[in-house]
């Protein structure tokens, strides 16, 4: 135990308790005082029983976890064994005192005592502040908390409602029916009404705190049959719900961004194009829902791509706590495979 | 005089005949030589080819538009395609390079084609335009420089996951490895610490001690221990972190 581990704060503390304690002493108990023998003994004791206490609580705090009595028990009698070692050593060699056994016995039962007597009051007191600092900590950590996720609410709406309407697959989808108008017709206007849809539906979904998972699936489908259109034979997808619960409740943008993540950085940036699978079902209480790419993976692109998946993972982690969760894995042959499982 | 030649290269179907409409309507004279899907027949295509002009959208699989530009630029006007980017559109307008915006309309498409047939009629603008096209490649190269990590790449037996870093409590070092603690799981890594540390997010990411980075937005409580030393704690999990007397500092503005 190295001595720079022992808090300079708390042996100040105890060598002015131990002043103290040697002026009552000095002046009010004993009848034939001797002030610095006194101090000098009290300085002693005080600051062996106050290292070896923290020395205990060090080891309680670092290697035993537990035992906090214990070791401040243990601590103290060391230190006062320690202490009233010094002290006798201190007597004898330096004022001259006869040195023998008994003797020792003698200061040893007095500084016994006197430790106990003063000791565990000073340890209270310590352990009390330590107490009372670390509260105040709690409690200024958990307002600077609360700000903080009253903060990232604000944000994260904001950040849902610049999302949802990307600029870019806007301009690009309208593009694509402008351009159908001159090719045909009557996918221009298929594509129209999907794009409304889309809008509608999302734009209102924003502002609901919950829907239910097959209006989710909707939507996730009007979005890619506007990409099927966009990418042709690039694209393909299957979803598939077999929770047999079409009432079953889910926060909205949670699985439209993760396929909108699958488009973007999975498979438009791919010449061949690939598939997206989507597959909910509900098994021992646990739903779970499979979004499978066959696109080029998160090698590229891994730190846009995460924007997106941060804020999806701590939007479920706001609305189900542990209950929910978000988990990345690649899949095989090729592409992401992000899978949400939900306690319910 | 010797006709004018053209590609155009999206990956979208529809729009490459649009385009392709629009053209006819516009610039009757102007033979369109082939049509591309994505980066690489784009550059194929070109090299082949050879076309006066090349139609480029700049998001495109394979490689991108900016990508084909600065191999082509040189010998082929390049007249970029895009959709939505208010970054791009200004670097094209401050170096007066060509673009068309998405959707395509004719009017838009009438401009562009006289401010090209006049450049085009102008001798020597090869090196001026291809250094202006570099110039705009390097502005839009700069904006795709990495961002802060996002998702830590781990392996869990023989599957690669990848791991939101809000969702990481910690990174801490262990022999060889580094630890990424999140609330419910432990992975081993092989990126140390240090390297951790220049692409982490350092608002969110504080380095705390020699061999630890935590996230702050995951810290429960700090707390000092009886022997004055800082640590922090986290939800869900019972040990804490030891922060060296050396970033302290870091909590002390808090």
């Given at each position: 135990?190295?001595?720079?581990?022992?808090?300079?704060?708390?042996?100040?503390?105890?060598?002015?308790?131990?002043t103290a304690i040697a002026l009552v002493?000095?002046?009010?108990?004993?009848?034939?005082?001797?002030?610095?023998?006194?101090?000098?003994?009290?300085?002693?004791?005080?600051?062996?029983?106050?290292?070896?206490?923290?020395?205990?609580?060090?080891i309680s705090e670092e290697k035993l976890?537990?035992?906090?009595?214990?070791?401040?028990?243990?601590?103290?009698?060391?230190?006062?064994?320690?202490?009233?070692?010094?002290?006798?050593?201190?007597?004898?060699?330096?004022?001259?005192?006869?040195?023998?056994?008994?003797?020792?016995?003698?200061?040893?039962?007095?500084?016994?005592?006197?430790?106990?007597?003063?000791?565990?009051?000073?340890?209270?007191?310590?352990?009390?502040?330590?107490?009372?600092?670390?509260?105040?900590?709690?409690?200024?950590?958990?307002?600077?908390?609360?700000?903080?996720?009253?903060?990232?609410?604000?944000?994260?709406?904001?950040?849902?409602?610049?999302?949802?309407?990307?600029?870019?697959?806007?301009?690009?989808?309208?593009?694509?029916?402008?351009?159908?108008?001159?090719?045909?017709?009557?996918?221009?206007?298929?594509?129209?009404?999907?794009?409304?849809?889309?809008?509608?539906?999302?734009?209102?979904?924003?502002?609901?705190?919950?829907?239910?998972?097959?209006?989710?699936?909707?939507?996730?489908?009007?979005?890619?049959?506007?990409?099927?259109?966009?990418?042709?034979?690039?694209?393909?997808?299957?979803?598939?719900?077999?929770?047999?619960?079409?009432?079953?409740?889910?926060?909205?943008?949670?699985?439209?961004?993760?396929?909108?993540?699958?488009?973007?950085?999975?498979?438009?940036?791919?010449?061949?194009?690939?598939?997206?699978?989507?597959?909910?079902?509900?098994?021992?209480?646990?739903?779970?829902?499979?979004?499978?790419?066959?696109?080029?993976?998160?090698?590229?692109?891994?730190?846009?791509?995460?924007?997106?998946?941060?804020?999806?993972?701590?939007?479920?982690?706001?609305?189900?706590?542990?209950?929910?969760?978000?988990?990345?894995?690649?899949?095989?042959?090729?592409?992401?495979?992000?899978?949400?499982?939900?306690?319910? | 005089?010797?006709?004018?030649?053209?590609?155009?290269?999206?990956?979208?179907?529809?729009?490459?005949?649009?385009?392709?409409?629009?053209?006819?309507?516009?610039?009757?004279?102007?033979?369109?030589?082939?049509?591309?899907?994505?980066?690489?027949?784009?550059?194929?295509?070109?090299?082949?080819?050879?076309?006066?002009?090349?139609?480029?959208?700049?998001?495109?699989?394979?490689?991108?538009?900016?990508?084909?530009?600065?191999?082509?630029?040189?010998?082929?006007?390049?007249?970029?395609i895009t959709a939505y980017d208010q970054?791009?559109?200004?670097?094209?307008?401050?170096?007066?390079?060509?673009?068309?915006?998405?959707?395509?309309?004719?009017?838009?498409?009438?401009?562009?084609?006289?401010?090209?047939?006049?450049?085009?009629?102008?001798?020597?603008?090869?090196?001026?335009?291809?250094?202006?096209?570099?110039?705009?490649?390097?502005?839009?190269?700069?904006?795709?420089?990495?961002?802060?990590?996002?998702?830590?790449?781990?392996?869990?037996?023989?599957?690669?996951?990848?791991?939101?870093?809000?969702?990481?409590?910690?990174?801490?070092?262990?022999?060889?490895?580094?630890?990424?603690?999140?609330?419910?799981?432990?992975?081993?890594?092989?990126?140390?610490?240090?390297?951790?540390?220049?692409?982490?997010?350092?608002?969110?990411?504080?380095?705390?001690?020699?061999?630890?980075?935590?996230?702050?937005?995951?810290?429960?409580?700090?707390?000092?221990?009886?022997?004055?030393?800082?640590?922090?704690?986290?939800?869900?999990?019972?040990?804490?972190?030891?922060?060296?007397?050396?970033?302290?500092?870091?909590?002390?503005?808090?």
């Amino acid at each position: 135990m190295k001595n720079s581990k022992i808090p300079t704060s708390s042996l100040a503390i105890t060598a002015v308790f131990n002043t103290a304690i040697a002026l009552v002493l000095n002046f009010m108990v004993l009848k034939e005082p001797q002030f610095w023998d006194v101090f000098i003994i009290s300085q002693l004791t005080g600051l062996s029983i106050c290292f070896f206490v923290c020395t205990g609580m060090f080891i309680s705090e670092e290697k035993l976890k537990k035992w906090m009595g214990g070791c401040i028990a243990a601590g103290m009698i060391i230190g006062i064994i320690v202490g009233g070692f010094l002290s006798w050593g201190y007597l004898s060699f330096f004022q001259g005192v006869s040195a023998g056994y008994y003797y020792y016995q003698q200061v040893f039962s007095n500084i016994a005592v006197f430790g106990v007597v003063f000791g565990i009051p000073i340890i209270y007191f310590f352990t009390a502040r330590e107490k009372l600092i670390e509260s105040e900590k709690r409690i200024q950590n958990e307002k600077i908390k609360r700000l903080s996720m009253e903060k990232e609410a604000a944000m994260t709406t904001l950040r849902l409602l610049q999302a949802q309407i990307e600029p870019h697959f806007l301009f690009n989808t309208l593009s694509n029916v402008i351009s159908l108008f001159d090719i045909d017709v009557a996918k221009a206007k298929q594509m129209l009404i999907d794009v409304n849809e889309f809008l509608r539906i999302s734009l209102t979904r924003t502002r609901q705190e919950m829907v239910t998972l097959s209006q989710e699936l909707d939507l996730v489908r009007q979005y890619l049959d506007i990409f099927k259109i966009r990418m042709g034979k690039r694209l393909a997808y299957k979803i598939k719900n077999k929770t047999g619960r079409p009432d079953l409740l889910f926060p909205p943008l949670i699985v439209q961004p993760l396929v909108e993540n699958a488009i973007k950085y999975g498979l438009e940036p791919k010449v061949e194009g690939g598939k997206i699978t989507i597959d909910c079902r509900i098994e021992e209480n646990v739903l779970s829902i499979e979004i499978c790419d066959t696109g080029n993976g998160l090698d590229e692109n891994a730190s846009q791509a995460g924007i997106g998946i941060n804020n999806i993972s701590q939007r479920l982690e706001s609305i189900y706590g542990t209950k929910a969760g978000l988990t990345l894995t690649q899949n095989y042959p090729s592409g992401i495979k992000a899978m949400i499982k939900v306690f319910l | 005089m010797k006709q004018v030649t053209a590609i155009i290269a999206d990956d979208e179907e529809n729009l490459r005949i649009g385009i392709k409409k629009h053209l006819e309507q516009l610039w009757p004279q102007l033979i369109v030589l082939g049509q591309a899907e994505n980066g690489i027949q784009a550059l194929d295509l070109i090299e082949k080819e050879k076309p006066d002009i090349a139609f480029i959208d700049i998001q495109m699989p394979g490689l991108t538009g900016v990508e084909v530009a600065q191999k082509v630029s040189a010998f082929c006007h390049v007249i970029f395609i895009t959709a939505y980017d208010q970054y791009a559109v200004q670097a094209f307008e401050s170096e007066a390079v060509d673009y068309i915006l998405k959707p395509v309309t004719k009017d838009r498409l009438q401009i562009t084609l006289l401010r090209l047939k006049k450049r085009l009629a102008a001798k020597g603008r090869t090196t001026d335009v291809d250094e202006k096209i570099q110039k705009v490649i390097q502005v839009l190269g700069n904006r795709q420089a990495p961002d802060y990590l996002r998702l830590v790449k781990v392996k869990t037996g023989s599957d690669l996951r990848f791991v939101p870093v809000s969702e990481v409590l910690y990174f801490k070092a262990e022999d060889k490895y580094t630890i990424v603690q999140t609330a419910i799981h432990e992975f081993l890594i092989k990126t140390p610490i240090k390297d951790l540390e220049t692409v982490l997010n350092p608002k969110q990411f504080w380095r705390v001690h020699r061999s630890a980075i935590v996230n702050i937005d995951k810290i429960q409580v700090i707390k000092r221990s009886f022997t004055n030393q800082m640590m922090v704690g986290f939800e869900r999990i019972d040990h804490s972190i030891l922060v060296s007397r050396s970033y302290e500092h870091l909590f002390k503005q808090m």
